[in-house]
Every structure is written in structure tokens, then in C-alpha cells.
């Protein structure tokens, strides 16, 4: 497999958290974002958090902490994508979002397989219901139009993979991993389902 950089997401504006900073919202005593570290960083080479305030703290967990292009502030996730792919040299990334604590640990490995193997550069998971659009892998070879894409002004995940040949894999055998904690109360009731 060729190398491959993690970019976790913690950028966005947590408008359904009242605007606290989802990543850092302590459950079970530990910032929600280093459950989703502690899942991508053994299946990756190096692991970026994508980040756009409270970047001490962010720092202070060990990892490298890069924000938005300032010409595409506020311009959704893959604005923070762009931004880590313009300073890291690797051939491949994986995606993550900072609130995805239950992530499996081979989905990296199993999304860059199915690129590779299919000649596609870009691959997303598929939860047997619904795409997930940031448990992804996509190769450098995108860069160029991912920084066109968010200059005419785009912003939506989906619609720019659509402009891409993309493997859909189907991840249907582990919905679980797919958890995604949005609101107070998605937080209080994985702790208590989980017993965090």
C-alpha cells in the first residue's frame, strides 16, 4: 500500500452543539476527537487534525493541527481537506470526522484496496443505508480540482465526488462504526448505551 496521511476533521461550526467545539467536548473525561485519533492513527502514516480554533488544544494532543485556506474559510470540510493536502506530500488521504468515535479499524486499509484496485482515486464508504461521505481515501491527483472546485464557489462533499470516478464500498457488515454525535443528547445517550 502507499503512504497515506489521516486528516481528522474538527473544523466546522458545531451549530447543532450551540456552537461549542464539538471535538473537544469531554466524554467518558477525554476530548470526543481522541476516540476518532485513536481509530485512524495505526492505519496511517501520519495524522492531521484539520482545525480552525482552539488550535492549542488541539495541539496539545500530539498531533500536527493545520486550518482552512483563508481564500475558503467556512467553506464546509473539504476546504480542510484542501488545506492539508497543499502542506503533506503523500500520495493518499483518509478521512475522518472529529465525532465518528466508533470507527472500524481496517476502513482505511479496506477503502484504499478498492482504489487501488479498481484505478479509481477516490473511495467511500457505504453504511448499507446511506454514503458516508467523510470516511473516505482520496489521492493527491484530485488536489488540483478540489481547489477549483472550492473557488466557483462549491461546497457540498457529495457533489464534488460525483465529479470523479469513486468506488462505493460497502461497509453494510459494521453499521455500527458509523455513530455520529451531533447534539447533547446524541452525547449523553453513547454514554450511557456504551457505559462511558
Avoid at 471535538?23 to 484539520?50: H, K, N, W
Avoid at 503533506?88 to 478498492?114: E, H, I, K, N
Amino acid at each position: 500500500m502507499q503512504s497515506i496521511t489521516g486528516i481528522v476533521l474538527a473544523g466546522g461550526l458545531s451549530q447543532r452543539m450551540g456552537g461549542e467545539d464539538k471535538g473537544l467536548r469531554l466524554l467518558a473525561g477525554q476530548p470526543l476527537i481522541c476516540y476518532a485519533l485513536a481509530q485512524l492513527a495505526p492505519q496511517v502514516d501520519e495524522v492531521v487534525i484539520s482545525a480552525n480554533r482552539h488550535l492549542a488544544a488541539y495541539q496539545a494532543l500530539g498531533y500536527a493541527v493545520v486550518c482552512d485556506d483563508p481564500r475558503f474559510a467556512r467553506q464546509g470540510p473539504l476546504s480542510g481537506v484542501l488545506a492539508v493536502m497543499q502542506t503533506r506530500p503523500s500520495p493518499w488521504f483518509a478521512l475522518s470526522a472529529c465525532d465518528t468515535p466508533m470507527l472500524a479499524g481496517d476502513y482505511v486499509q479496506r477503502l484504499q484496496q478498492q482504489a487501488m484496485a479498481h484505478g479509481v482515486p477516490l473511495a467511500c464508504a457505504h453504511d448499507g443505508q446511506s454514503l458516508q461521505p467523510l470516511v473516505a481515501v482520496l489521492h493527491r491527483e484530485l488536489l488540483p480540482d478540489l481547489a477549483h472546485y472550492l473557488a466557483s464557489g462549491g461546497r457540498k462533499v457529495g457533489q464534488w465526488y460525483a465529479r470523479h470516478p469513486y468506488r462505493c464500498v460497502d461497509f453494510a457488515d459494521t453499521t455500527e462504526h458509523f455513530v455520529n454525535l451531533n447534539t447533547p443528547l446524541e452525547f449523553a445517550r453513547f454514554a450511557r448505551q456504551n457505559m462511558l
